[in-house]
């Protein structure tokens, strides 16, 4: 076997079917890039029209078969919409990413329902129900990937985490508890928790050049976090060489946990 075809058989994505939340911009959007060019078909689902077409544009004239669906995952109405639409496109998936995610982060003392509702059906219902209705049928298949974004948040509070902290932590044990349901039948079920990223989603400490600098200090290579970063691990837990890795945290983030 050669090296190239040793590495294919462990890492190639050749007739998976993806989902990606949150596929048009920031983190997700890199990992869907990174599961089609890794050979799956990927559908896109986010709100935004604009950037979930310019997405899909790129990566079809880059050779990928890929599909787009907008979707509002703050209702569950439309979070069952979008799953049925998306999975009509090249059938039942073999990956789920969960990437779409509100960053609501007021003082505590003013946070209120609406905003502790918002958050909670984004960032922690929406990966549930998406679980819910794709988790069954890859078991039943054998195979399967379920892949969340997580956050920092959901180990230590800073910044005020609010309800964000609570959802990202949630979400971590839903992964756990998927990983107890469905990994005897070959389902995986982990989380990739990220640092500080450059993306809309951080806008708010992006735009301030000494946040900035500050945050790159606290991690161990000197930088901090590109969208791009994810791929190569989003790509591992998409594959068969992950089959041994369910229920974990896995840490994306230049070391800034452990420094």
């Known amino acids: 076997m050669t090296s ?4 294919t058989e462990l890492f190639s994505l050749e007739g998976r079917v ?3 939340t949150g596929g048009s911009s920031g983190i997700g959007r890199a990992i869907a ?3 089609a060019h890794a050979g799956a078909k990927v559908v896109v689902i986010a709100r935004k029209e604009a950037e979930l077409i310019a997405t899909v544009d790129e990566l079809v ?3 990928c078969r890929a599909a787009w669906v907008s979707a509002d995952l703050s209702t569950r109405d439309g979070v069952r919409a979008a799953a049925e639409e998306a999975a009509a496109v090249f059938g039942e998936p073999d990956i789920l990413v969960n990437s ?3 960053n609501l982060r007021p003082p505590m003392g003013d946070l209120t329902d609406e905003v502790w509702d918002a958050t909670m059906a984004v960032n922690l219902e929406a990966p549930f129900l998406l679980g819910q209705r794709f988790g069954p049928g890859m078991a039943e298949r054998g195979f399967g990937r379920i892949v ?4 920092q948040q959901a180990h230590r509070a800073f910044v005020q985490s609010g309800a964000y902290g609570v959802s990202k932590g949630g979400l971590e044990s839903l992964a756990r508890s998927q990983a107890e349901a469905w990994s005897p039948y070959g389902v995986t079920c982990n989380t990739l ?12 400490l992006s735009s301030d050049p000494a946040t900035v600098a500050e945050l790159a200090a606290r991690t161990l ?24 890795v369910t229920g974990q945290s896995i840490f994306v983030d230049g070391g800034l946990s452990v420094h």
């Open 100 to 102: 779409a995610g509100v």
């Open 221 to 244: 290579v000197g930088r901090n976090g590109l969208a791009e970063d994810f791929a190569g691990a989003a790509v591992f837990l998409a594959s068969r060489a992950s089959a041994y």
């Open 33 to 35: 890039k990174a599961l």
């Open 4 to 7: 190239q075809s040793y590495l």
């Open 193 to 204: 928790v990220p640092g500080f990223v450059m993306t809309p989603l951080n806008r708010r």
């Open 61 to 63: 004239a880059d050779g």
């Open 148 to 151: 969340h974004i997580t956050s």
């Open 18 to 20: 993806a989902l990606v």
